[in-house]
Antibody, heavy 116, light 114 residues
Framework: EVQLVESGGGLVQPGGSLRLSCAASGFTFSSYWMSWVRQAPGKGLEWVANIKQDGSEKYYVDSVKGRFTISRDNAKNSLYLQMNSLRAEDTAVYYC?????????WGQGTLVTVSS | DIVMTQSPDSLAVSLGERATIKCKSSQSVLYSSNNKNYLAWYQQKPGQPPKVLIYWASTRESGVPDRFSGSGSGTDFTLTISSLQAEDVAVYYCQQYYRTPPYTFGQGTKLEIK
């Protein structure tokens, strides 16, 4: 089955760190750009970051630059998002999505809550 | 960054009637080199991830019913549902993916049954 499954979300204090993972299956992961998109509770979608097939190119939205790092392990068919210096405004469901631009396959998401 | 503005914020349409959602970008998302509009439409139902309906402004994703159509060019785009079905109740988002990131979304339009 073609799918993406996120994990790693949870409750973290402001200033803390968290690492999200996205496990891909059913398709050739190494052939696709991958992206992270987030959605704050009751709010709209916000594109966060994407990464090229070989990891050589990465892009970020300004609000997470210097704090978040996107990476991938093609041998493990996995995408990651290392989130440091977390803020309350980073509270959201984080989705991984397949694709450089628009996402044609999405995971179910993992909830990150930043609160003391 | 390109700002995407959808209208209306919410919409109530009777079953079987047409639903129209607008999306306007703060700058053109038409790339002259290939004459493609870098715009997608998504549907998101409660508790579910977004699902892409339309990309390149008017190309329907495989498996999407043909009652969904996208149109427009440059800065002004429209998603049309020709005959609303109960299962179309959702929030709809447009997204631009012009040139380099960030790839911004509209604020969303909530579609309900009248």
């Amino acid at each position: 089955e073609v799918q993406l499954v996120e994990s790693g979300g949870g409750l973290v204090q402001p200033g803390g760190s968290l690492r999200l993972s996205c496990a891909a299956s059913g398709f050739t992961f190494s052939s696709y750009w991958m992206s992270w998109v987030r959605q704050a509770p009751g709010k709209g979608l916000e594109w966060v970051a994407n990464i090229k097939q070989d990891g050589s190119e990465k892009y970020y939205v300004d609000s997470v630059k210097g704090r978040f790092t996107i990476s991938r392990d093609n041998a493990k068919n996995s995408l990651y998002l290392q989130m440091n210096s977390l803020r309350a405004e980073d509270t959201a469901v984080y989705y991984c999505a397949r694709g450089y631009s628009y996402g044609d396959l999405w995971g179910q998401g993992t909830l990150v809550t930043v609160s003391s | 960054d390109i700002v995407m503005t959808q209208s209306p914020d919410s919409l109530a349409v009777s079953l079987g009637e047409r639903a129209t959602i607008k999306c306007k970008s703060s700058q053109s998302v038409l790339y002259s080199s290939n004459n493609k509009n870098y715009l997608a439409w998504y549907q998101q139902k409660p508790g579910q991830p977004p699902k892409v309906l339309i990309y390149w402004a008017s190309t329907r994703e495989s498996g999407v019913p043909d009652r969904f159509s996208g149109s427009g060019s440059g800065t002004d785009f429209t998603l049309t549902i020709s005959s609303l079905q109960a299962e179309d109740v959702a929030v709809y988002y447009c997204q631009q993916y012009y040139r380099t990131p960030p790839y911004t979304f509209g604020q969303g339009t909530k579609l309900e049954i009248k």
